[in-house]
């Protein structure tokens, strides 16, 4: 694995947060497809199957390490934007839903590694390697929903992770935490992560905390999210279906006065 680049960055906006990445020339920051929110003249990107963490991999290894992450529901190609002038530009990139953009410096955390949950990944220096991380109780990841397959951040450079709404991070000292299995956003490796049974029968039927809980164990750093994509979908579907008959009770009303 390649050194990552080292890239210059400032993050802006309040609830609906984007990163503005500053590149020299010949730097690159790859992204999820669809992150691009504007580059200014002289940066060009690619769109490419894999990270581009190591260069010398065949093609067997990029359709392999590519579709692996068609497991998370990610798209099979990133795009690699690169500074091709001969002066500093910059690049933004945004998520596709309202939240916080986290940037975590990969070698600054034991092995060099990240755990994020499997739509948290934003954009990244050059050099990061990303790949599939499966949770190692694979009956309770399978039952959990959410809690199955993650990615992992790996290398030594800048990467960024984006959360829905609020970010909580909470260092663990060979402690347990119980979350809403969607609200975890990341974790450090080291940390043991497990998705179990909410309680009694009564409290997974009328509680209203879902059926299962993430399950957070050890010493390490946790990223926290206060409003995952499930929860505001379902917060809106109910304005959705209503939205029909409120426009046409309107309408309706025009047309009579």
Request: charge should be negative; proline fraction near 3%; hydrophobic fraction near 40%.
């Amino acid at each position: 694995m390649n050194r990552s680049h080292e890239i210059d960055y400032q993050i802006k906006g309040e609830s609906i947060q984007i990163v503005e990445v500053e590149l020299d020339p010949q730097e690159t920051v790859i992204a999820e497809a669809g992150a691009m929110l504007f580059m200014e003249d002289g940066i060009q990107f690619e769109t490419k199957m894999g990270d581009g963490s190591n260069p010398n991999q065949g093609l067997f290894d990029k359709l392999l390490s590519a579709g692996s992450r068609m497991l998370t529901g990610e798209s099979l190609f990133m795009t690699h934007f690169t500074n091709r002038g001969s002066r500093k530009a910059k690049a933004g990139f945004s998520a596709p839903y309202p939240g916080t953009v986290i940037p975590i410096q990969l070698s600054e955390l034991p092995g060099n590694e990240i755990i994020v949950q499997k739509d948290g990944f934003l954009c990244a220096a050059y050099g990061t390697k990303l790949s599939i991380a499966f949770n190692r109780k694979l009956g309770s990841g399978l039952v959990g929903g959410e809690g199955f397959i993650l990615q992992k951040l790996q290398g030594d450079g800048k990467v960024f992770v984006h959360a829905g709404g609020t970010v909580i991070e909470r260092t663990l000292n060979n402690e347990t935490l119980r979350v809403d299995t969607g609200c975890v956003v990341a974790f450090e490796s080291q940390i043991d992560f497990d998705v179990q049974m909410a309680g009694g029968l009564r409290s997974m039927v009328f509680g209203g905390e879902g059926i299962f809980l993430a399950t957070l164990r050890g010493t390490g750093r946790v990223w926290l999210q206060s409003m995952p994509i499930r929860k505001l979908v379902q917060a809106l579907a109910p304005y959705g279906r209503n939205s029909g008959k409120e426009a046409s009770s309107l309408l309706g009303g025009l047309f009579e006065s």
